[in-house]
């Protein structure tokens, strides 16, 4: 394996919301990066001194003149919407685009705001519709990752039936590798659930959480005081370099890209030197 290609990226809604994207990647030093896509195809976290709002192709443009690399787009579907066909031109546009502009892969939503249904209409929905997304992009080449977050897709069951269900290669994961610990799941339980998913993995969101140790190992509520106890990377419960080490085993040879929620706790003037200790603290576990 070619290590030199695999990279720190970093979400573009973690950033300080009161630099620019570009200058923020600089002081960090990290030259890859996570873009969200809204419905109007536009990136509402891409911050530059144009315009308050980027085209994708414009940001790549913008990207590949710095130095920097789109590692992955991401969109909030939710095919269980009342106009869930607009999700699914959504995702198709989007999907097209990455493989445009050779970006790998896509993360996808199993989310829906219709917090009534049970779990298995969502599921049967998201199968349904992710299905006609990967037919209508099958030329493309570019994978589609589920994230495992809220409270279905962490859940072991629902991830096997709609993989079962879609078996289709590019369907993948965008594995948070702090989620399943964030639903409830005891320390030990989430090496082992990340060793049966990075063969899945097309894509990486890495967070940390610091539950005290009497927690650690125990089964939790969902989403149990996460706000007061997620962390930067180095400061949690999580081996950085054991998470890197089952993803490489398992094959996955793209970007380990930062999520750290915890950077919305800080005042602004602390944000860029935590996610500069993120930065350190991921390279350190990628050696």
Not at 99 to 117: F, Q
Not at 164 to 181: E, H, I, K, Q
Request: with cysteine; net charge neutral.
């Amino acid at each position: 394996m070619d290590e030199l290609k695999q990279q720190v990226s970093i979400r573009d809604q973690v950033l300080p919301k009161d630099r620019l994207t570009s200058d923020v990647l600089r002081a960090i030093d990290v030259r890859s990066i996570e873009v969200a896509v809204d419905m109007n195809d536009a990136l509402p976290f891409v911050r530059v001194p144009e315009a308050p709002r980027m085209s994708l192709t414009e940001a790549k443009q913008r990207f590949d003149r710095e130095g920097v690399r789109i590692s992955a787009l991401l969109i909030a579907t939710d095919f269980s919407a009342d106009d869930a066909d607009r999700h699914v031109n959504w995702a198709v546009r989007t999907v097209r685009a990455a493989s445009d502009l050779s970006i790998p892969v896509v993360r996808i939503d199993t989310l829906t705001a219709k917090k009534s249904l049970p779990s298995h209409e969502v599921r049967d929905n998201f199968i349904r519709r992710v299905s006609e997304v990967l037919e209508r992009t099958a030329q493309t080449g570019v994978d589609l990752g589920i994230e495992n977050h809220g409270p279905l897709s962490n859940d072991p069951a629902f991830l096997d039936a709609v993989f079962s269900a879609v078996p289709d290669p590019r369907l993948g994961m965008t594995l948070d590798t702090g989620n399943f610990y964030w639903w409830g799941h005891p320390l030990s339980e989430l090496y082992r659930l990340l060793e049966k998913y990075a063969p899945r993995a097309k894509h990486t969101h890495i967070k940390n959480i610091n539950y005290p140790k009497e927690l650690a190992d125990r089964r939790r509520e969902i989403g149990f005081e996460y706000g007061k106890y997620c962390c930067p990377l180095p400061d949690g419960n999580i081996d950085l370099h054991r998470v890197v080490t089952i993803l490489r085993r398992a094959g996955y040879r793209r970007d380990f890209c930062i999520e750290d929620e915890s950077i919305g706790k800080l005042p602004g003037d602390k944000q860029i030197e935590v996610l500069k200790r993120d930065v350190r603290a991921l390279r350190e576990a990628m050696t």
